[in-house]
């Protein structure tokens, strides 16, 4: 007995004078300030003598307790005893809990009139909910969120190890201490008063089950999971997962029904009625990739999408497709047919930061008229608007042709006149030197807080109104991603009558599918680029002309940097196609760039992006940076042709392309290579030939192969 109660008190706080202090705890709590928990329960936060000093304790009272709920409590434990119980065998087995002080309960015959559960006090404390959603709402950050998911599976990991079923694990119930750099540590499970106790760790099932109160959206559980396993999570255990998710959603959807007056409170307060912030609007940025990560996975996102996306995209479709259809064919058919001078058509997207600006500018090949890309955006606020404004002219002073693209986040299309003030300063800050403005990004990835297509057209609004203002700025748009056309389309549509962009732009990833003439249908690179621009040409929404904004591939070996390990990658996790290897990567983008600008579809390309780990020229991460084959690839052939003039195609049959030359100096210039199993054969004369890099080859090719090959001073054009 302790005082006047039944219960006990851990050997790890167990003294006289502690209790002394714990008999007598009603007189201490009976008017300590207190916070109401659940099932009229209160917590008090005290702090109680023991042996050499003072213990910090959170202390559960529980209601009294009498009539048919005390007989069910007296069979089968108070929910503190339970609590107790189940704590002592996480703390006992070094799973993560606050450390449990004591359990004590009065009982009078058939009624508890008493009782208490008590630990240790963490301070500071918070929770997974409370962290979760400042993180959603005002610091969305992926790899803070990460960090927060890596913390606490392990904890939840470790509880079932100790052979502890939760069964009420919700957000609110694991807590968490800042670590004071910004991060947490020390997580703890709580409300245990419901937990089951198993004589060895539970099976798959019995856990997926367990987790099925957590709250995270789709993706993000997903993430939560292989962190759990450090892997892919069994069969048994995502089917039971699902199952609970399921059960759960019907609880949570009938809590109206079971508790109208509650509910009702809940409703009428704002702060308890939204936790978390709404589906759509959750908006999470990734810094390794350069790009938001999708929250949700792909079913959840298909069943948000406004119906109205899809009758608008049938609609724009419908009515542009005769247009479309003639203009594809004559574009198709012309591609490579016509002399074309190059210079300008390749540029070099960069993204100007504080921490290595001058490193990364130093990289940029000095080229006058080199174009180049620089990123604004909305969601990294002025001090990046700024800072990216100057780096800007600042290559424009040197001789750089310099554009800016205006990304927009959720907040953009939530608040537009946020978005509208960005646009302002922007063009402020840039119109008088900007060659190029695009307007928004990848708007037809809801990724990117796009969510109807209505939408892009209240981006648009307030650029609508600063063009006339910046008469030598042109503006591109929409800037649509992947083989996505009547998406392009819809967008295009609704934009505000009476303004048109001076170019069509588009990320074309050619849907990553490795070489850059691999097909989707019959539409491979060339295919799709003579689409995009015959919808240029019969949208009447700008003028005729293509510009590719962002395009690359993604690097192998590169983790949670490239845009397919984005935002976590399992210990073990193979991630093959669509990443390539350095050298596949050189290949695909000299093949990709001469055809885009050879075939005369194109206006420019930007490829994405001068330095970036998983996806750039240079690695950034190295020390120093480190030029791939891709960055010595794409300075030869600015050295050798970004001044040339492409002739035409010489006839090398199906399979292979080989582009004819004529650089200022007046050399004549091919080059050639096959996409097909073996390689293609070619009939050429020429003094030397030579790789991407410039390095002499040993001999003369017989076949044209994958790797470009560039042949010099070429004698005789090949019919």
């Known amino acids: 007995m302790i005082g006047p109660y039944a219960g006990a008190v851990a050997p790890a706080f167990d003294d006289a004078e502690l209790r002394e202090w714990l008999g007598a705890i009603r007189a201490h709590t009976a008017n300590a300030p207190s916070a109401v928990a659940h099932a009229g329960s209160r917590i008090v936060a005290l702090d109680a003598p023991r042996a050499g000093g003072v213990v910090p304790l959170l202390i559960r009272v529980g209601a009294p307790l009498a009539g048919i709920a ?3 409590m007296k069979w089968k434990g108070t929910s503190e005893a339970r609590a107790w119980r189940a704590a002592r065998r996480l703390s006992d087995r070094g799973a993560p809990t606050p450390a449990p002080v004591a359990w004590l309960e009065r009982w009078e015959g058939g009624r508890c009139p008493e009782r208490y559960f008590i630990t240790r006090r963490i301070e500071p404390v918070t929770t997974m909910r409370d962290a979760l959603r400042h993180l959603l709402e005002h610091d969305p950050d992926c790899g803070r969120i990460i960090a927060l998911l890596e913390t606490i599976a392990p904890a939840v990991r470790a509880m079932h190890e100790a052979g502890v079923l939760h069964r009420d694990l919700g957000n609110q119930n694991i807590l968490l201490s800042p670590d004071g750099a910004g991060g947490w540590r020390d997580p703890a499970i709580i409300d245990l008063s419901r937990a089951r106790l198993l004589d060895a760790p539970p099976d798959a099932a019995s856990r997926g089950r367990d987790l099925g109160r957590l709250w995270l959206p789709t993706d993000l559980l997903r993430v939560f999971c292989e962190m759990y396993f450090a892997g892919r999570p069994p069969p048994a255990f995502a089917k039971a997962l699902r199952a609970a998710r399921r059960r759960y959603a019907v609880h949570a959807w009938s809590r109206a029904i079971r508790h109208p007056i509650r509910e009702a409170r809940v409703r009428r307060d704002p702060a308890r009625r939204q936790v978390y912030p709404p589906p759509r609007e959750i908006w999470i940025w990734d810094e390794k990739s350069a ?54 058509a390749w540029g070099i997207a960069v993204e100007p930061r504080p921490e290595s600006w001058e490193i990364e500018r130093a990289w940029i090949p000095a080229i006058p008229g080199l174009p180049v890309l620089i990123r604004l955006y909305h969601h990294k606020g002025p001090t990046q608007w700024t800072f990216a404004a100057d780096a800007g ?28 003030a960005m646009c ?64 392009v389309l819809s967008a295009l549509s609704a934009m505000p009558e009476g303004f048109r962009f001076h170019a069509l732009s588009h990320h074309l990833y050619v849907d990553r599918r490795g070489a850059p003439e691999n097909p989707q249908a019959v539409f491979a690179t060339i295919e799709k680029l003579a689409l995009a621009r015959a919808m240029a040409r019969a949208s009447q929404r700008c003028e005729d002309r293509l510009i590719v904004s962002e395009v690359n591939w993604p690097l192998l070996d590169t983790g949670v940097y490239s845009p ?42 930007y490829w994405w992006r001068l330095a970036a780990h998983g996806f750039g020229l240079v690695d950034e991460r190295a020390t120093p940076w480190r030029p791939r084959p891709a960055y010595r690839a794409w300075g030869r052939l600015l050295e050798l042709l970004g001044d040339a003039v492409f002739e035409r195609n010489a006839s090398t049959g199906e399979g ?19 996409w097909i199993p073996g390689g293609a054969p070619f009939d050429l004369r020429c003094a030397r030939a030579e790789d991407m890099e410039g390095r002499a080859l040993d001999r003369m090719p017989d076949r044209l192969g994958d790797a470009p090959v560039y042949f010099r001073s070429v004698d005789a054009a090949p019919s």
Not at 394 to 417: K, Y
Not at 452 to 465: E, F, K, Q, S, T
Not at 592 to 602: D, H, I, K, P, R
């Open 393 to 420: 002219r600042r290559l424009h002073e040197s001789g750089h042709r310099v554009s800016f693209a205006l990304c927009q986040d959720r907040r953009a299309v939530r608040d537009p006149a946020s978005w509208a």
């Open 291 to 344: 790009q938001p990560i999708n929250a949700w996975a792909s079913r959840e996102r298909n069943r948000m999408h406004p119906f109205s996306n899809h009758l608008r995209a049938a609609r724009a479709t419908l009515a542009h497709l005769p247009g479309i259809l003639r203009s594809y064919s004559a574009l198709r058919s012309g591609a490579f047919l016509q002399p074309l001078a190059l210079r300008g």
């Open 564 to 605: 397919v390990g984005s935002p976590y990658t399992h210990p073990g996790q193979a991630l093959g196609a669509p990443n390539v290897s350095e050298d596949v990567y050189a290949r695909y983008m000299i093949r990709y760039l001469l055809q885009a600008a050879c075939s005369g579809l194109v206006e420019r390309v």
């Open 656 to 674: 292979a392309y080989l582009h004819l030359f004529r650089r200022p100096d007046g050399e004549r210039m091919a080059v050639g290579y096959a």
């Open 70 to 72: 005390a007989w069910g």
């Open 424 to 487: 302002e300063q922007a063009a402020g800050a840039i119109g008088d030197f900007a060659e190029w403005i695009e307007v928004g990004h990848a708007v037809n990835r809801v990724k990117w807080g796009i969510w109807n297509m209505r939408d892009y057209g209240a981006l648009v609004a307030p650029i609508a109104r600063l063009a006339p203002r910046y008469p030598a700025v042109r503006w591109m748009g929409p800037a649509g991603i992947d083989f996505e056309y009547p998406k």
